[in-house]
Each structure stands twice: as C-alpha cells, then as structure tokens.
C-alpha cells in the first residue's frame, strides 16, 4: 500500500511543484515502490492530456492592426522611432496561457485529489470504528445470549426438579391413600371379627345355658363337669364346642358347630382325659350337618372315669378307634 506522503509527492511532481528536496524523496520513493512509479506515471499522464484538452484562443481583431503598425515602423529612421517596448510574439503569448491554464487546472485537481484522499482515509477510520463498535455489540449480544441460555437451562432443571417433586408428593399421597383405604377395609374386618365372635360367644353362653337348664332338671348342677373346647383348625377358627359331663351317672352331652364336613370315610371321635388311665378314653364318633357344621353327641365313655381333666376331638377313619390316630380339631378346657 502506498503511503499518502508518497501519493502527496507524485501529485506535485506530476505538476513539476517539487522542490529539490522534494524531488529527491520522491525518486528514492519510486525506486523503492514500483507501484508509486506507476502512480506517478499515470498522474503525469492525466496533466499532459489536460494541458492537449484546453480549447483553441482566437486572438484579438486589433491584434493583426498592431502587428503590421509595428512593421511599418521598422523602415523609420532611428531618431523618429519610439523607444522599443517589450511585445511578446503571439505564440510565446498563447503557450503562456495555456501553461497557465494547465497549472491552475492541475493544481485544483491536485487539491481535489488530497481533499478526497483525506475524506477517503477518514471514511475509513469510521468503518474501522463502524466495525469495532458492531464486533463489540455481537459479542456483548452473544454473552447476553449465553447467559440467557444459561439462565433457562437452571429454569429447566429447577422446573423438572419441582415437578419430580411434585410426582413425588402426588404418588406419596396416592400410597398414604391406598394405605388409608387398606387400613379402613381392615379396620371393618376387625369390626366384623369382633362382630362375629361376639356373636358367637352369645351363641356358645346360649348353648351352656340350655345345657344348664336341661342338666338342672335332671339332677344338681353342682354335680355336673362344663368344659368349652377351642378350635385348633387352622381353615375353621370359628368351630366350638360344649361338653357337659355327669359323673354320676356316667353319661355326658357334646354339642359342636362350625366344624367342616367330612369325607365319605371319616369321622369326628370324642375323647375324655382322665390321669388313671395312659391314653384318652373313647366317647364315641359323630358326624356334623354338612350345611351348617353342628351336631349333638350323648355319650357313654368306654371305660370308668373317675376324673376328667379335657375333652378333645380328633379327625379319624371312619367308625373309629381304639387310640387317637389322626389330628386333634377340638380340646378343653
């Protein structure tokens, strides 16, 4: 690039308005800058076709009439002539001129051209500032826009943080409802056990008081053994039973209810503990309603008994035998 002091120089040297010491800096300029010697090739150019361009001058009408009146005067004698002025040929005159011209036209296009030079140069300081200005605004835009993504991708996190909370809690609530749910469902069934054993020990304290009641017309009830045995079923936890034995006259009366049906070859067998003998005394085999499992047995046990510490029921073959084979189901007190 060529510097605006050299282009400065071609100017006025294409106008031959150097200095010597101008001159001389600008042949070491263009020896040193082939570009500058073409610029001042071409600025020497454009004066010469400026100075070819200027339109031709008609010279005055009075002009010839002093021409010839000059000539008339050269055969007077040399006393009678005036002293000798200077005149100037008329085309020195006319060369003049047009060298006149041509360095007044050259020296405002010169003045143009810097003028422009100065204007171009501080364009494009501006530019350079235009450019700046805009790289800082798309780099201050492009943190804003980092930051702003930034920001919601915290908002995102923080959005789905708060909503897995959310799920969460909902699903907590959702168990503690089913929980709650559960906990009523068993809180009923609580009630309707309870229900249902109250239920059957009103039935059991009925069945005891008719038992006492037909005991009591048959002899004292003092004399009379009333054992309540328990379930050990696990499928019949409800079944009971009530044993009411007369030592006197040998004989008892066992009434059952809730006991599952049995098999075709299976019975229910009483048994009575009495501590003289090893094993228990028979009492003889029942079977209960299919429908509602009760069944009423009078028995008369096989053997004396002289004291009796349990009752029990157990599950054997059908008719029975001699000792206990199979599970107990029923045993009191």
């Known amino acids: 690039m ?12 294409a106008l031959d308005l150097l200095s010597l010491t101008e001159q001389a800096e600008l042949a070491a ?18 004066a010469a ?69 100065t204007a171009v140069a501080a364009l494009r300081d501006q530019q350079t500032l235009a450019d700046l200005a805009l790289r800082g605004a798309n780099n201050q835009l492009e943190a804003e826009r980092l930051i702003s993504r930034r920001e919601l991708t915290a908002a995102s996190a923080q959005a789905a943080e708060s909503s897995g909370l959310v799920a969460a809690l909902e699903s907590r609530l959702v168990e503690a409802s089913l929980n709650a749910a559960d906990s009523a469902r068993q809180l009923v069934g609580s009630r309707d056990q309870i229900a249902s054993a109250r239920r059957e020990l009103t039935a059991r304290d009925q069945r005891v008081s008719d038992l ?78 299919p429908a509602t499992g009760e069944a009423r047995l009078n028995f008369r046990p096989n053997l004396p008994v002289k004291t009796v510490a349990k009752f029990a029921v157990s599950l054997e073959r059908k008719g029975g035998v001699p000792k206990a084979e199979g599970p107990m189901v029923l045993i009191g007190p």
């Not at 009439?65 to 007077?76: D, G, H, N």
């Open 212 to 289: 006492t009641r037909q005991l009591a017309a048959q002899g004292t009830l003092a004399d009379y053994k009333i054992a309540t045995l328990a379930s050990l079923l696990g499928n019949s936890p409800q079944a009971l039973a009530v044993a009411v034995w007369n030592p006197a006259n040998q004989e008892g009366v066992l009434t059952v209810q809730k006991l599952p049906a049995l098999a075709a070859d299976q019975d229910y067998q009483l048994w009575v503990v009495d501590p003289q003998y090893p094993i228990p005394v028979d009492g003889g085999v029942f079977r209960v309603d």
């Open 49 to 117: 076709e400026l100075a070819h361009s200027a339109p031709p001058v008609v010279p005055p009408t009075l002009l010839k009439t002093r021409i010839l009146a000059s000539l008339s005067t050269q055969t007077a004698p040399a006393s009678a002539r005036p002293s000798p002025g200077i005149v100037l040929p008329f085309a020195s005159w006319i060369g003049l001129a047009a060298a006149a011209c041509f360095a007044l036209t050259t020296a405002y296009f010169g003045q143009a051209f810097v003028t422009e030079r």
């Open 29 to 46: 300029a263009v020896v040193a800058d082939p570009a500058l010697a073409v610029l001042l090739a071409s600025f020497r150019s454009t």
């Open 2 to 13: 060529i510097a605006e002091r050299s282009e400065e120089l071609a100017v006025l040297g």
